[in-house]
């Protein structure tokens, strides 16, 4: 086996993205854009996305260290925005996208267009994400777009299931359509209802942190394999686990918490990076298989489904975010009024990304009886790749630009300094009691320098958080905080330098240096943690 195609997307597409960060390209644009540039560059291997990967491998870590890092409570709370996203509009896409490119398309049977349908049915958004937090989009939106990717992709790939089952001859019927969604659905969420507690119990009574991290890293592919074992779907059971344990994820020892967070954060850029490049490497197989279709005919068909996609989008938001509030008092009442803005934000950012290609990929090449050829596969992935690459060039490049022309309001990160200095003190306050309730206990009898040293570290994390709304210095624009941070920073790097010479010097051992130096790294970290 030929390892140095797989190192050359990886290491390529890790640099890229690196460098994307010093751009104002999002990284998953740049990505698409370079690797749609390379990919007939000679010498560069051939590269096809295989479904087989794609969905069991790659997609539950993706899920995963996503689910993981969002808010259970905040994605409750939106959680009819995020379903009529995540489920309605999915379902809508794929009969009005399939409907449209029936019509469209010559001799193209129903049951095949409604497979294209429920192939581009599905945004990826990982790319509005990362331009939400660049820009700072105000979080209700960010937790919306964040829920529906989490969830469309199971929607989207039982609704491949259903009408891929009907063109192919599987002698599917309406009744068993809603049948299997339904299974997969509430099958997906029940396996991941009966995973998370033994997982996360698991989690909480394996105290070897390498040991949690192992198990940490098993834990999607465990999921989503159970899940797809009993015909249910894997991306819910992924989800639903992974926001249990990110929720429940204070109940972990402190260094599991502090390797996983290291481990993932390296696996999603991996991932995400290759991921990005490898839909740009996919032109020279896509336009290879196109065929028969004529240049005109194949451009004029890409555009017209790309125009359908981006106007079935705003044609479901729009209703789907004010009838409820007509119809209902209730809702009215809980939610607050959103402006025209927030779903015109929502519905452009309806980009495509590797889920449709690979599912796209799965179309078998015949149908049902093994002889008869699947009609128009080549010009469905033809179609699935360009609607991919032209949501992601149009609607991702013109993001930033039309959230600054709206003029949306931003996150209010005074506020946020604010509830995080309140709760800091809070807590701080806590600690303080309990530190006073065991010092009365002569076990726990301390000289006063050490106690007065506990109580110092509290002082000092509870004015960090304030500290950053102070004045800045004239001089290097830092505020007091950013200083303290840095000259202790500067602190570390002295010591470890000395420590560095000592080893050199024989005066201590490698071993007692990693010791020292760890200890240095946690002190470090803890400063840049503060930091961000």
Known sequence: MDVMPLLLLVAGSAA??????????????????????????????????????????????????????????????????????SVGYVLFATFVVGWALYLIVPDLPLTAALVFGAVVAPPDAVAATAVARRVGLPSRITTILQGESLLNDATAITAY??????????????????????????????????????????????KEALLQNTLSLLIPFVAYAVAEQVHASGVLAVVVVALYLGHRAWEVDFATRLQEEAVWKMVAFVLESAVFALIGLQLPVVLRGLGQYEGAEAAWYALAVFLVVVAARFVWVYPATFLPRLLSARIRKREENPTWKGPFIIAWAGMRGVVSLAIAFSIPLTMHDGEEPFPHRNLILFLTFTTVIGTLVVQGLTLPPLIRLLKVPGRDTQAETLAEANAQAQASRAAERRLDELLIDERNALPAPLADRLRIVLERRRNAVWERLGQANPVTGESVDDTYRRLSREMISAEREVFVRLRDARYIDDEMLRTLLRRLDLEEAAAFREAA
Request: hydrophobic content about 55%; charged content about 10%.
């Open 16 to 85: 890229i993205a690196a460098a994307a960060r010093h751009t104002p390209v999002p990284a998953p644009l740049l990505l698409v854009a370079i690797g749609l540039a390379v990919s007939y560059v000679p010498g560069v291997p051939e590269y096809t996305l295989d479904p087989h990967i794609v969905l069991p491998l790659i997609l539950p870590p993706l899920l995963h260290t996503a689910a993981t890092d969002s808010s259970y409570l905040d994605l409750r709370a939106q959680l009819r925005p995020v379903a009529m996203l």
């Open 161 to 206: 299931r259903v009408a891929l089952a009907a063109a192919v001859g599987e002698g599917a019927t309406w009744a068993g359509g809603i049948g299997e969604f339904l299974l997969a659905a509430v099958g997906g969420v029940v396996v991941g209802l009966v995973l998370m507690a033994p997982i996360h119990w698991l989690r909480t009574h394996v």
